[in-house]
């Protein structure tokens, strides 16, 4: 039985896999997102979770901890508390191991190689299917013709 934020246990047939680049999705729908920036030597990280409610995204599913569990007493203290050692414990191995063992883990936890989708920027939109991450944790992407590209920035849409 896998846990989730504060007691959460999976269901049967429930599925939950990480999105490039920081998104946790539960049946397809957002419950969280982690949000990353350098500044200098050091990194500031944003985590926002869907505790009570779940905003409206236009073109994407969204879930929250109560809907998930099925009750109202999860509060965002709790969830906050849930998630101090695990953090803590990431960012030792983030400091101490090399990338590589965190992109193994990532990809575990993704979900499946080949699932289609389509990456967005601002110039273009790439169609291809999921290959992995890069040494860099870079998404590859392999193309329709074969060809596999490596995307460090952009909107991920699963298809």
Same mark, same amino acid.
């Given at each position: 039985?896998?846990?989730?934020?504060?007691?959460?246990?999976?269901?049967?047939?429930?599925?939950?896999?990480?999105?490039?680049?920081?998104?946790?999705?539960?049946?397809?729908?957002?419950?969280?997102?982690?949000?990353?920036?350098?500044?200098?030597?050091?990194?500031?990280?944003?985590?926002?979770?869907?505790?009570? @409610?779940?905003?409206?995204?236009?073109?994407?599913? $969204? $879930?929250?901890?109560?809907?998930?569990?099925?009750?109202?007493?999860?509060?965002?203290? #709790?969830?906050?508390?849930?998630?101090?050692?695990?953090?803590?414990?990431?960012?030792?191995?983030?400091?101490? @191991?090399?990338?590589?063992?965190?992109?193994?883990?990532? @990809?575990?936890?993704?979900?499946?190689?080949?699932?289609?989708?389509?990456?967005?920027?601002?110039?273009? #939109?790439? #169609?291809?299917?999921?290959?992995?991450?890069?040494?860099?944790?870079?998404? #590859?992407?392999?193309?329709?013709?074969?060809?596999?590209?490596?995307?460090?920035?952009?909107?991920?849409?699963?298809?």
């Amino acid at each position: 039985r896998t846990q989730l934020i504060d007691g959460h246990t999976r269901r049967p047939n429930e599925q939950r896999w990480l999105k490039w680049p920081n998104d946790i999705l539960i049946n397809g729908a957002k419950l969280a997102g982690i949000l990353c920036e350098r500044v200098g030597e050091t990194v500031v990280v944003g985590i926002g979770v869907n505790v009570a @409610e779940a905003p409206e995204v236009p073109d994407r599913p $969204t $879930t929250c901890i109560h809907i998930e569990n099925g009750r109202n007493a999860d509060t965002a203290q #709790r969830v906050l508390e849930s998630l101090i050692d695990p953090f803590r414990q990431r960012l030792s191995q983030w400091r101490n @191991e090399p990338l590589s063992a965190t992109i193994v883990e990532w @990809e575990e936890r993704a979900h499946a190689i080949g699932s289609p989708m389509i990456v967005s920027d601002d110039n273009e #939109r790439i #169609r291809g299917a999921f290959d992995g991450l890069g040494r860099d944790g870079s998404l #590859r992407i392999r193309l329709e013709d074969g060809e596999l590209r490596s995307i460090h920035a952009g909107d991920i849409s699963l298809i």
